[in-house]
């Protein structure tokens, strides 16, 4: 069993609308990660999420991207206007200590028609 | 420059025998971590070994192991006695102490490990 949960594993959506990804840690830590893959490709960072602030965030992580942790648990992804090129595996992330890996989900398959 | 090159897209190995999956990374950091992750074509990500640079000894994991030459940055992932489940992509990863508030990973593009019967 995955140390963190993703909902919903596949997602299909019209280019132009909003999507959620929602992420839940088993365990309470604080540092979270959020990372796409397009399909055959590299594993891309978007974006750390530490103590409930953003840490540090890539060049992908636009105006069009946001995370939040609204309720202490869940840790979730919004995308405002999907398009084409967000069609991609996200996945989240946790970590423990320093030298600690990341535990990723399972990833939720995004798919923008 | 890529901070993270896996040169080999794909390999094939036999059932049973080792294979050596090539990591190079380009650091400046003196301090920072090798990670390698397994991705089956179910698409999740594994974490299956880690080296800090200040590791005098190669790590190793059942029968994953890290050849981990600092002198020529390179990190190279052997697996022993290779099994048809070993089939996946395999991404090696880095992480820098220095300039990276976030502690984010940054990954190489993968190597595709097809294991024949």
């Known amino acids: 069993e995955p140390e963190v949960t993703q909902t919903p594993s596949h997602q299909v959506t019209q280019m132009g609308q909003e999507v959620i990804l929602r992420c839940v840690p088993i365990?309470?830590?604080?540092?979270f990660y959020w990372y796409r893959q397009i399909l055959g490709q590299k594993v891309e960072f978007l974006v750390s999420f530490y103590n409930n602030e953003i840490s540090e965030k890539s060049e992908i992580f636009d105006d069009q991207f946001s995370v939040e942790r609204p309720d202490g648990s869940n840790f979730t992804l919004k995308i405002r206007s999907t398009k084409l090129e967000d069609s991609a595996m996200y996945f989240c992330?946790?970590?423990?200590?320093?030298?600690?890996?990341?535990?990723f989900g399972n990833g939720t398959r995004l798919t923008v028609t | 420059a890529q901070k993270i090159t896996q040169t080999q897209p794909g390999m094939f190995v036999q059932e049973k025998e080792a294979v050596t999956l090539d990591c190079t990374y380009d650091t400046s950091d003196p301090s920072y971590g090798l990670f390698w992750y397994k991705q089956p074509s179910s698409g999740e990500m594994i974490f299956l070994i880690y080296?800090?640079?200040?590791?005098?000894q190669n790590a190793t994991e059942g029968r994953y192991s890290l050849n981990f030459q600092k002198a020529r940055k390179s990190a190279n992932l052997v697996i022993s006695a290779s099994q048809l489940g070993d089939s996946a992509m395999y991404f090696c990863?880095?992480?820098?102490?220095?300039?990276?508030?976030?502690?984010?990973?940054?990954f190489g593009g993968g190597t595709r490990l097809m294991v024949k019967p």
């Open positions: 990863a880095m992480r820098e102490a220095y300039n990276n508030a976030g502690n984010m990973l940054t």
């Open positions: 365990s309470n830590h604080l540092y």
């Open positions: 992330a946790r970590r423990g200590g320093n030298n600690s890996p990341l535990h």
């Open positions: 080296q800090g640079s200040y590791d005098q």
